[in-house]
C-alpha cells in the first residue's frame, strides 16, 4: 500500500532533520539568527541616536545663527526683542526637500517675536551638563500631526535697548534621521547576511568532509557478502567513530556466535536424529516381515522411539539454553528447591534400581538464591543426576549435597553429585563437555554434559567433574577460577576404587538464610 502523500513529505522533512547536516544548520545558524534580530533591533536604535546626535548639531548650529541676528531696540520706554532671520540660518536643510524646517523666536516675555506661533512652547529645562556648551535641550514633540525633533536654545541678547534672554525653538521633521538610520542598518543587515551564508557554507562543507568516513563505512558495509560478520577496522577510523566501530563489532560477533550455534544445532540435529530414524524404519519393516515376534519388534521400536525423543529434547533444551545466554535474568531463585524437585522427579528411576541415595541440603544452603531462571536450574540438576543414574551400577551408592562456600569471588553454592560409576575415560577428558563428545555409554545422548556446560557458563559458574581415584575431567568455566573454595576431589574410598564427582559452583545474589 503506497504511503499518502502527506505522511511522504512528513517523513522526508524528519529525515531531513535528523539528520547532522540539518541539526548543525539549526544548532549554528538559528542562534545567530536571533543574535542578528537582536543586534538588529540594538543597531536600528543606536542608528537612531547617531542620526540624532548629527542633526541634533546642526539644529544648534541653526538656532545659534538665528540667536547672532537678535538686537533689542526701544519701543513705548519697554525693551523689545528683533529678530532677522537670515537665509544662512535654514540652507542647511535645503539640499533635501524631504525634511522640513520651522523655527519660533520668543520675546522677553515669551511673545513670539518671528516664526510659526503654533510651534508647541518649551515647558521643559535645560540640563545641568549637557553635550554643548550652550543653554540648549532638544525633545521630541509632534507638530501638525508628524514627530519632530526640537532644539531649545535660550540666548542671552544685550543692545542699547536693554537686555533679556530670547527662546529659539527649531523644529525638524524626522524623515532624514529615519533614512540615515535605515541606510545604516540595511548596510550592515547585508554584512550580516552574507556572514550568515558563509558560516551556513562553512558548516555544509564541514559536515560533509567529517561525514565522509561514515559514508565510506556504509558503503563498505552495503557491499559485504550476507554471511560477512568480520570486524570492522577500528584503527583507521576517527576517533570519535571508534566507539560505535567497537559496538558494532561487538554486535557483529555476537551474531556470528548465534548463527554459529544455529548452523552447529541444525548440522548435530539432522546428523544425531537421522540414525535413530533410519534404525526405527529398519525395526518397523523387519516387524512387518515378521523377522522376530511381534512383543520382541514392538520393544525395540518402543526403545528407539524413547532415545529418539531423548535426543530430540535435548537439542531443544541445547538450543533454548543458548536462547536464555541472551535474555534477562529470571531473578534470585531459591536452588535448594530445584535441587528437591529434580530428586522428586526422578524419584522412580532411582527406586527402579534400587540405589542408595541421599540428599544432604546444608542449612546455610536452604535460603540462598542464585540469578537464573528456574528452567536452567532444573535442567541443569536432571542432567548430571540423570547421568548419575545411568552410570551407577544397580545396588550401587548415590549421593547429592548442597552447601554454601566462601570463595575469593564471594559467597557460592555448591552442589556435588558423587556416584558409584565406573568413572571417566582419560581419552574422554579433552571433549567432554563438546555435544556428542561422550555419547559412548550405552542409552546416552551425548548432550548432556553440553548442556550443562553451557548453563553453567551462561550463570557465571565453575563446573568440574573428577574421578574419585585421580582427575580427569576439565573445569568448564576457566574464566571464573575459584581460589580458596571448595575442597578439591576427595581422596579414594578403601571400599570404592571407582566413582565420579560432580561438582558446581553458582554464584550467590542474596545472603540466604542465615
Request: glycine share 8%; charged share 20%; net charge neutral.
Amino acid at each position: 500500500m503506497a504511503m499518502p502523500a502527506d505522511d511522504a513529505d512528513g517523513a522526508a522533512r524528519v529525515r531531513t532533520i535528523a539528520s547532522l547536516r540539518g541539526q548543525l544548520l539549526i544548532g549554528i545558524l538559528l542562534p545567530v539568527a536571533l543574535l542578528v534580530g537582536l543586534n538588529t533591533v540594538s543597531l536600528y536604535a543606536q542608528a537612531l541616536r547617531a542620526a540624532d546626535t548629527a542633526y541634533d548639531r546642526t539644529l544648534l548650529a541653526s538656532a545659534k545663527t538665528i540667536g547672532e541676528q537678535l538686537t533689542v531696540e526701544q519701543r513705548d520706554g519697554r525693551a523689545r526683542l528683533v529678530a532677522t532671520v537670515p537665509y544662512s540660518a535654514l540652507e542647511a536643510f535645503e539640499a533635501d526637500n524631504r525634511s522640513q524646517l520651522f523655527y519660533r523666536v520668543g520675546g522677553f516675555h515669551g511673545e513670539l517675536v518671528s516664526g510659526y506661533d503654533d510651534l508647541p512652547r518649551w515647558q521643559g529645562h535645560i540640563p545641568r551638563q549637557g553635550p554643548y556648551a550652550a543653554l540648549v535641550d532638544f525633545i521630541d514633540a509632534r507638530y501638525r500631526g508628524e514627530p519632530v525633533r526640537m532644539a531649545v536654545l535660550l540666548q542671552p541678547v544685550a543692545g542699547q535697548g536693554g537686555v533679556g534672554v530670547a527662546t529659539i525653538q527649531v523644529a525638524e521633521t524626522l524623515e532624514l534621521r529615519h533614512t540615515l538610520a535605515r541606510q545604516m542598518l540595511l548596510d550592515t543587515l547585508w554584512r550580516q547576511a552574507l556572514l550568515l551564508a558563509v558560516i551556513g557554507a562553512v558548516v555544509i562543507w564541514v559536515v560533509q568532509r567529517t561525514t565522509r568516513p561514515v559514508r565510506r563505512i556504509s558503503r563498505h558495509l552495503a557491499d559485504r557478502a550476507e554471511n560477512d560478520l568480520a570486524p570492522l577496522d577500528v584503527a583507521a577510523a576517527p576517533r570519535e567513530l571508534q566507539p560505535l566501530l567497537e559496538a558494532t563489532n561487538e554486535l557483529m560477533g555476537r551474531l556470528a556466535h548465534l548463527l554459529a550455534h544455529q548452523k552447529r544445532f541444525v548440522r548435530d540435529a539432522s546428523h544425531q536424529l537421522r540414525t535413530p530414524l533410519a534404525v526405527l524404519k529398519a525395526q518397523v519393516q523387519s516387524a512387518r516381515r515378521g523377522d522376530l515376534p511381534p512383543a520382541q519388534a514392538l520393544a525395540e521400536i518402543a526403545l528407539t522411539v524413547d532415545r529418539a525423543t531423548r535426543l530430540a529434547n535435548q537439542l531443544l533444551a541445547l538450543a533454548k539454553v543458548e536462547q536464555l545466554r541472551h535474555q534477562p535474568d529470571g531473578g534470585p531463585r531459591p536452588w535448594a528447591e530445584d535441587v528437591r524437585a529434580v530428586a522428586l522427579d526422578l524419584a522412580a528411576l532411582i527406586a527402579d534400581r534400587e540405589l542408595d541415595f541421599e540428599l544432604d541440603i546444608a542449612a546455610d544452603a536452604t535460603g540462598a538464591c542464585v540469578q537464573a531462571h528456574e528452567w536452567a536450574l532444573r535442567e541443569l540438576v536432571r542432567n548430571l543426576l540423570h547421568n548419575a543414574i545411568r552410570h551407577t551400577p544397580v545396588g550401587g551408592g548415590l549421593r547429592v549435597s548442597l552447601s554454601r562456600r566462601l570463595t575469593s569471588d564471594g559467597a557460592r553454592l555448591r552442589l556435588c553429585i558423587a556416584d558409584d560409576g565406573p568413572g571417566i575415560d582419560p581419552a574422554l577428558g579433552p571433549r567432554l563437555f563438546q555435544p556428542f563428545g561422550a555419547a559412548a555409554s550405552p542409552g546416552g545422548s551425548g548432550l548432556g554434559l553440553a548442556i550443562v556446560h553451557e548453563i553453567v557458563q551462561t550463570l557465571g559458574g565453575r563446573l568440574s567433574l573428577c574421578n574419585r581415584g585421580h582427575a580427569v575431567g576439565t573445569d568448564a568455566a576457566p574464566s571464573w577460577p575459584v581460589t580458596g573454595g571448595p575442597p578439591g576431589p576427595r581422596p579414594a574410598d578403601p571400599a570404592h576404587t571407582t566413582g565420579l564427582d560432580a561438582e558446581v559452583l553458582l554464584p550467590i545474589v542474596d545472603n540466604g538464610a542465615p
